[in-house]
T-cell receptor, first 111, second 113 residues
Framework: QKEVEQNSGPLSVPEGAIASLNCTYSDRGSQSFFWYRQYSGKSPELIMFIYSNGDKEDGRFTAQLNKASQYVSLLIRDSQPSDSATYLCAVIGGGADGLTFGKGTHLIIQP | EAQVTQNPRYLITVTGKKLTVTCSQNMNHEYMSWYRQDPGLGLRQIYYSMNVEVTDKGDVPEGYKVSRKEKRNFPLILESPSPNQTSLYFC????????????FGSGTRLTVV
């Protein structure tokens, strides 16, 4: 069974600082990696995806992938109070069963 | 607007009374999936469908049924709901199973008493 592990938090970060969210996964065959943001009671919203080792930047967000260490991270620069949410890491392997999610990290940006 | 539409948004029902949660997408996506989300357990996949008439079990399929008679629709059926099926349910769709992010519906909060 594929597993995706995240620290549940809460992770508290001052406004304007960098928030660093981490995720590890068990299936070495995993091919695609996603970060979703979820506000309480709302549906998950895709914010980043990454397929290759290294960094991928999109605005204030940077996703980092290290397949050898089976590790994915998300950096949020210049954190804003509106970034306060639960961040879900998700991976897709080679099969048809789709996304496997971690339990999420609760991020709090302190004004 | 490209979207996944779930209905109803909220539902309170009694144990044993059959119910259906509908899911429809307008993006011509081949892949659709149902998840339930519970505190401390995260999002867990119930069933998924690769295409019309092709469905398979996810991690927690017990007590649920699905069908995929049309590409756009993927209803979730609870034939005899029990209180342990009280949860927040999400339908999601994607171009294919792998390599693409999913678009999620707004969710259905189900309470079984």
């Amino acid at each position: 069974q594929k597993e995706v592990e995240q620290n549940s938090g809460p992770l508290s970060v001052p406004e304007g600082a960098i928030a660093s969210l981490n995720c590890t996964y068990s299936d070495r065959g995993s091919q695609s990696f996603f970060w979703y943001r979820q506000y309480s009671g709302k549906s998950p919203e895709l914010i980043m995806f990454i397929y290759s080792n290294g960094d991928k930047e999109d605005g204030r967000f940077t996703a980092q992938l290290n397949k050898a260490s089976q590790y994915v991270s998300l950096l949020i620069r210049d954190s804003q109070p509106s970034d306060s949410a639960t961040y879900l890491c998700a991976v897709i392997g080679g099969g048809a069963d789709g996304l496997t999610f971690g339990k999420g990290t609760h991020l709090i940006i302190q004004p | 607007e490209a979207q996944v539409t779930q209905n109803p948004r909220y539902l309170i029902t009694v144990t044993g009374k059959k119910l259906t949660v509908t899911c429809s997408q307008n993006m011509n996506h081949e892949y659709m999936s149902w998840y339930r989300q519970d505190p401390g357990l995260g999002l867990r996949q119930i069933y998924y469908s690769m295409n019309v008439e092709v469905t398979d079990k996810g991690d927690v399929p017990e007590g649920y049924k699905v069908s995929r008679k049309e590409k756009r629709n993927f209803p979730l059926i609870l034939e005899s709901p029990s209180p342990n099926q009280t949860s927040l349910y999400f339908c999601a769709s994607s171009l294919s199973a792998g390599g693409y992010g999913y678009t999620f519906g707004s969710g259905t909060r189900l309470t079984v008493v």
